[in-house]
């Protein structure tokens, strides 16, 4: 149970990150190409973002959840 409950927070942050990272870089290619994807870090204004923060979180949680079960617990000899 606490290995799940490590696999969600550990999801949760690292789609975070991911998410920040790839809305810096789509704002880069905006600057520098004068596209207008609209992705950018104010979540409650703009519904892309949002789903696009959502995705990631789902995804990375999923991933790190498929590990911990697909993963054996490590045995400990006390």
Same mark, same amino acid.
């Given at each position: 149970? %606490?290995?799940?409950?490590?696999? #969600?927070?550990? &999801?949760?942050?690292?789609?975070?990150?991911? *998410?920040?990272?790839?809305?810096? &870089?789509?704002?880069?290619?905006?600057?520098?190409?004068?596209?207008?994807?609209?992705? /950018?870090? %104010?979540?409650?204004? /703009?519904? *892309?973002?949002?789903?696009?923060?959502?995705?990631?979180?789902?995804?990375? #949680?999923? &991933? *790190?959840?498929?590990?911990?079960?697909? $993963?054996?617990?490590?045995? $400990?000899?006390?």
């Amino acid at each position: 149970m %606490l290995r799940l409950a490590a696999a #969600v927070i550990l &999801g949760v942050i690292t789609g975070t990150i991911l *998410f920040l990272v790839v809305a810096l &870089g789509i704002g880069v290619v905006n600057d520098t190409m004068g596209m207008q994807i609209p992705v /950018n870090l %104010l979540i409650a204004e /703009n519904m *892309f973002s949002a789903i696009l923060l959502v995705l990631l979180i789902l995804i990375c #949680v999923a &991933g *790190f959840c498929r590990q911990v079960w697909i $993963t054996p617990p490590s045995d $400990t000899d006390t």
